[in-house]
């Protein structure tokens, strides 16, 4: 079973309004993170926003913000007021177990790529 | 601080040649991560590495080595090429206990032909 689900594949927003990118996952473990990360054309992987699964309040980051629901396994990523440079590939990451031995190690999704309109 | 580097940024293989990604990080991050994106894909986990002297495999570990002799160094190498390397290959590095980011190089795009 996949770990991390992202089940848009293409999204389109009009510049200065806000989208939300979906990701769900699959843990057993009670102590995980959650991660977006923006990948732009030019091929960086750029991140943006951590949830850890004992933060109490979303995470937020400027114009990202998480909507973290833990009970339905969902870690949307937020962006209000579109602009065009938000286009690109959006990849949600999992991170499971303590921060022993390796437990870092992050398990992508497959993706979501949003592009802006003017 | 230039982060994480990797070089080469490019590089065409013949099926059967073997070649070593380089990687450094100047941050002193004790972990270490090599990953790669198949076209249309996510990243997957090949090998990573705690500290110096310490490996272990990933989700997609066959057809790769790896050492990591310094704190700074994490190279992976590719013994025998196949054209099912052909992907974008990433190296990552974080600090230990930290429960958030890792810190990704720009990449190598490497083709196998």
């Known amino acids: 079973a996949q770990k991390i689900t992202q089940t848009q594949p293409g999204m389109f927003v009009q510049e200065k309004e806000a989208v939300t990118l979906d990701c769900t996952y699959d843990t057993s473990d009670p102590s995980y993170g959650l991660f977006w990360y923006k990948q732009p054309s030019s091929g960086e992987m750029i991140f943006l926003i951590y949830?850890?699964?004992?933060?109490?309040q979303n995470a937020t980051e400027g114009r990202y913000s998480l909507n973290f629901q833990k009970a339905r396994k969902s870690a949307n990523l937020v962006i209000s007021a579109s602009q065009l440079g938000d286009s690109a590939m959006y990849f949600c990451?999992?991170?499971?177990?303590?921060?022993?031995?390796?437990?870092?190690?992050?398990?992508f999704g497959k993706g979501t790529k949003l592009t802006v309109n003017p | 601080n230039a982060g994480v580097t990797q070089t080469p940024k490019f590089r065409i293989l013949k099926i059967g040649q073997s070649m070593t990604l380089q990687c450094t990080q100047d941050m002193n991050h004790n972990y270490m991560y090599w990953y790669r994106q198949d076209p249309g894909m996510g990243l997957k986990l090949i090998y990573y590495?705690?500290?110096?002297?310490?490996?272990d495999k990933g989700e997609v570990p066959n057809g790769y080595n790896v050492s990591r002799s310094t704190t700074e160094d994490f190279p992976l190498r590719l013994e025998l090429a196949a054209p099912s390397q052909t992907s974008v290959y990433f190296c990552?590095?974080?600090?230990?206990?930290?429960?958030?980011?890792?810190?990704f190089g720009p990449g190598t795009r490497l083709t196998v032909l």
């Open positions: 949830q850890g699964s004992y933060d109490q």
């Open positions: 990552a590095s974080g600090p230990s206990g930290s429960l958030n980011t890792q810190y």
């Open positions: 590495s705690v500290g110096a002297g310490i490996t």
């Open positions: 990451a999992m991170r499971e177990g303590g921060t022993q031995g390796g437990s870092e190690k992050l398990v």
